[in-house]
């Protein structure tokens, strides 16, 4: 029984994965015959450039919705606590704060100083938040998921302040034109000269979503006490270390992309945690699958939305929030009026 028990599991875990990977195949194949202006492979002389829009911005949706949900499987497992979440904690509100000063500085110093990159500044916010909320969140060595919670949404509120200003302070117009779409998460396909930044983007998110699965032994250990961890072997000064590098990166890239969306580094992992189970192998696998497939079916839905209705393409941080707020309430509501989380 316990030599089969293990088969049987593993039998189990591969059928859910492939279940979620026909699901993101769905969600591709879908975005790939619906855009804003029709449904179906498109024909004619502007064939050819309405499927490149459509790939590339397949594309970006697969590169956001990976960084995202793996980003929320490190926050989590970093901070021993399952709501953590790159948007909650104000890591994407940090990376878009650190763009719009860079940006800032850019325009104020008239191009002298070469700070106009929108990478290196959304990296430094995110690291800057995240330092910030772990620190804080910590009482006597130990991690308060409250405080967490808390230093969290305060560093979200003063990052979006911090983000207003720096775009009125330019003047009108400001730094962004698309400011309020773009702080809802907003896919853009890029020029000839970004095309750099999203490959760069997705080779980041590839080797962080790889260094973690290295590492996902080591994650399952971490998860029990101090301890414990310490007792099997486990390094984790030097685990939190890199758990704490590549969130910010995947958080700081996909807010490079996209802007600021909330709660795919909620949903995904948590489902992907329900039906697989808490081993971060599969975990980090299930959690990249659903968190593109999400992404890219609320692209799909927008561009729907479009064609239906003339609306223009509506903000994808729009359709995660709608799902992910319920979600976030339906995950709190066992603590609710306890005093803790």
């Not at 795919?264 to 497939?293: D, E, M, T, Y």
């Not at 839905?301 to 003339?310: D, E």
Request: net charge positive; charged share 10%.
């Amino acid at each position: 029984m316990s030599e089969t028990s293990p088969n049987k599991r593993a039998s189990r875990t591969m059928a859910v994965l492939l279940v979620m990977s026909a699901v993101l195949l769905l969600a591709v194949v879908a975005r790939l015959f619906i855009g804003p202006n029709g449904i179906g492979w498109p024909d004619g002389e502007h064939a050819r450039h309405i499927i490149e829009d459509r790939m590339m911005r397949m594309l970006i949706g697969l590169i956001v919705g990976v960084a995202l949900s793996v980003s929320g499987v490190s926050l989590q497992t970093l901070l021993r606590n399952p709501l953590a979440e790159p948007y909650i904690l104000g890591l994407s509100t940090g990376a878009g704060a650190g763009i719009m000063v860079q940006s800032y500085l850019y325009y104020v110093m008239n191009d002298k100083v070469a700070v106009g990159a929108n990478a290196s500044g959304a990296v430094m916010g995110a690291a800057a938040v995240m330092l910030i909320v772990f620190l804080a969140g910590r009482r006597r060595g130990v991690i308060d998921p409250l405080g967490l919670l808390l230093t969290g949404v305060v560093l979200s509120t003063i990052c979006g302040a911090l983000i207003l200003m720096m775009n009125y302070l330019v003047g009108p117009g400001g730094i962004r034109d698309d400011l309020s779409r773009w702080m809802m998460g907003n896919l853009q396909v890029p020029g000839e000269s970004q095309m750099t930044v999203v490959w760069a983007v997705g080779l980041a998110t590839v080797g962080g979503f790889s260094l973690l699965v290295i590492v996902s032994r080591a994650m399952d250990v971490a998860t029990t006490s101090d301890a414990e961890a310490v007792s099997l072997g486990v390094n984790l000064a030097r685990l939190r270390g890199l758990l704490f590098a590549v969130s910010s990166l995947l958080a700081a890239g996909a807010v490079v992309l996209a802007g600021p969306i909330a709660f795919v580094g909620l949903i995904c992992p948590h489902i992907a945690r329900l039906v697989l189970g808490p081993r971060h192998g599969p975990l980090l696998i299930g959690s990249a699958l659903l968190g593109a497939a999400l992404v890219v079916t609320a692209d799909t839905t927008s561009a729907l939305l479009n064609l239906w209705l003339g609306i223009g393409l509506m903000p994808i941080g729009v359709f995660t929030a709608i799902v992910g707020g319920p979600a976030f309430l339906w995950m709190l509501r066992p603590q609710l009026g306890r005093g803790q989380v």
